[in-house]
């Protein structure tokens, strides 16, 4: 122990990485005003259509919370077998529940309540840069950084969204602005928020439990409440534990031991499917070459950017080890990386001033100054690839959003979106509507009960065979029938409405009478889940006969070949 400092070695070398600093000034006070423009321009991107960057955020997190609270709902394997967390979809379900309590149970209404419930959560990030940056740079790098946290498009266009990478980018962010609390008020407090965030965002997305854990044990050194940490800490894991386990009625953390056998199986069948620099070549089309380019800046002063720069690389190396790979898994790369180009900015602004100080004679303006020309450049260069960025105009960005599996639609944030959404949501208020038929997608690529929100017949593209076993004519199964195909005629319908490239056609008034279902949750699993289930728990269920569909009057069983991926 240091005799000067009266602390420990450990601790004042992690005093020098995170320099912490009481700030000169009060929080700026433009900050609750760049948070509420923050929610604006999200809730505006929110709000003006719909589209999908992974199917899972239908699959995983709207349809089961549907499912919760309406009664209709696909269940995917995950939900079959119990491999995934009720946290997100119990938190979409919440909401839900308290839409359709007011009265306002219809898509109009919660899908807009949904979306703009996570923006609010989104808020969290750009408020835990400014609180970081202040404390671990500079008044003017958080400035730059809240800026930055509140109008960088990826922020923006995937604030709305349910997906585990970015509810748990919120609460680490958070948790960063934590550690770098001045050292004595570190000492005595924050244990019960700082235990609380990791928790959460650990237990929201399993793969961010190394860096929820590398911040809460940064945390932990820089504190004298320890022993309370831990304990809270680990209280609130086995919380997390047990509520998993009354979810799917199986053993502490089911769905997190189960997803995790499942992927480590899976992974070893996708050797080989993406390069290990596969995550750089995303972030440098995604940021515009500017992301990569602040991370190699930042390199050279390790000294200042040691904690953003372990951060990002912890990161990249774990989702790297993986075989699969998405540009979503690191989303936390993002706020990264722009706290550093906020201070690297904020760093050569303050250079400019000065020497342009130095020399002046006499009075200037400072809008005229070289300090001025070099922020109007910085913000129109960051607000043209943000710009290009939300536009979809960006080089190559067209490749980011796309898994390698092809499961990734195409990303249209504020333009040019599937139209497959518009058609549904017209599907959930139009009359007549008593079951409906997707001729050309599965379920895996449709809006699901979430949007169409009835209680009836919802077959797919995946379903012919079933169809077919029936031995019913279609027009004895859906009165609606939805197809992308131009020319596609089907006896016995006609084209209703019109959705860009989707058509909708409707049963012809003198059809026999549609053969209803005894509920409407079909369980859609494929051979690959249950041969990889099979392999590490041989007790697991059985996928039901006909994808779980019952008629109200009986037809033959048929296996769960019937439906391929």
Same mark, same amino acid.
């Given at each position: ?78 939900? %079959? ?55 671990? #740079? ?12 509140? %109008?960088?498009? *990826?922020?923006?266009? #995937? ?13 680490? /962010? ?13 000492? +005595? ?63 502490? #953390? ?14 070893? /069948? ?47 190396? /774990? ?6 790979? *998405? ?156 197809? *992308? ?50 392999? %590490? ?21 048929? +296996? ?6």
């Amino acid at each position: 122990m240091s005799a000067q400092s009266g602390r420990t070695w450990p601790a004042s070398q992690l005093e020098r990485i995170l320099h912490p600093q009481a700030p000169e000034s009060a929080p700026w006070r433009y900050l609750p005003l760049v948070l509420a423009l923050a929610f604006a321009i999200r809730a505006g991107v929110a709000l003006s259509g719909d589209f999908v960057l992974h199917p899972d955020e239908i699959m995983q997190y709207l349809e089961p919370a549907h499912r919760l609270v309406f009664g209709s709902g696909v269940t995917y394997w995950e939900y %079959f077998y119990g491999a995934r967390s009720w946290l997100v979809p119990g938190f979409v379900a919440a909401v839900l529940a308290l839409f359709d309590a007011l009265g306002l149970g219809e898509p109009q209404y919660y899908i807009a309540g949904v979306k703009l419930a996570f923006c609010a959560i989104s808020l969290a990030i750009p408020a835990g840069m400014y609180l970081f940056a202040r404390r671990h #740079f500079s008044e003017a790098a958080a400035r730059a950084a809240l800026v930055a946290g509140a %109008f960088w498009y *990826e922020l923006v266009g #995937f604030a709305h969204k349910p997906l585990t990478e970015f509810v748990a980018t919120a609460p680490l /962010m958070a948790l960063l602005a934590f550690t770098v609390r001045p050292a004595e008020v570190a000492r +005595t407090s924050a244990v019960w928020p700082a235990a609380a965030l990791a928790v959460l965002a650990g237990a929201v997305r399993l793969q961010y439990v190394p860096i929820a854990a590398l911040l809460l044990g940064i945390v932990l050194v820089r504190t004298r409440r320890r022993i309370q940490l831990v304990l809270i800490a680990a209280g609130l894991a086995l919380a997390v534990g047990i509520f998993d386990a009354v979810a799917w009625d199986g053993r502490l #953390f089911h769905s997190y031991v189960t997803n995790v056998l499942y992927n480590l199986i899976l992974g070893a /069948m996708r050797v080989g499917e993406s390069p290990p620099w596969q995550y750089l070549e995303w972030l440098a089309l995604a940021g515009g070459g500017l992301g990569v380019l602040c991370i190699a800046a930042a390199a050279w002063r390790p000294g200042r950017y040691g904690l953003l720069l372990a951060l990002i690389a912890l990161t990249l190396a /774990m989702h790297s080890l993986q075989q699969h790979k *998405e540009y979503r898994f690191v989303f936390v790369v993002v706020p990264l990386w722009l706290l550093i180009a906020a201070d690297l900015t904020a760093r050569a602004g303050a250079v400019m001033a000065g020497r342009a100080g130095g020399r002046a004679i006499g009075p200037r303006r400072t809008g005229s100054s070289p300090a001025g020309v070099y922020a109007a450049v910085c913000a129109g260069v960051f607000g043209g690839v943000s710009a290009a960025g939300i536009l979809n105009a960006l080089p190559g960005q067209d490749r980011v959003y796309r898994a390698w599996s092809g499961e990734t639609g195409a990303v249209r944030f504020v333009r040019d979106q599937d139209p497959i959404f518009a058609a549904y949501r017209w599907l959930a208020t139009a009359s007549g509507v008593e079951a409906v038929w997707q001729l050309d997608r599965g379920h895996h690529q449709l809006p699901g009960y979430y949007y169409l929100h009835r209680r009836i017949p919802f077959y797919d593209g995946q379903m012919r065979p079933f169809i077919e076993r029936s031995g019913t004519d279609v027009t004895a199964l859906a009165s609606h029938l939805v197809t *992308e195909k131009p020319t596609l005629p089907v006896s016995g319908y006609s084209v209703e409405r019109t959705f860009g490239t989707v058509r909708i056609l409707r049963r012809d008034v003198d059809a026999p009478p549609l053969r209803r279902w005894q509920e409407y949750a079909p369980v859609l699993i494929y051979d690959i889940n249950d041969a990889i289930m099979r392999r %590490f728990d041989p007790q697991a269920p059985l996928p039901p006969a006909n994808v779980g569909i019952r008629l109200t009057e009986p037809l033959l069983p048929t +296996t769960r070949t019937d439906v391929r991926p």
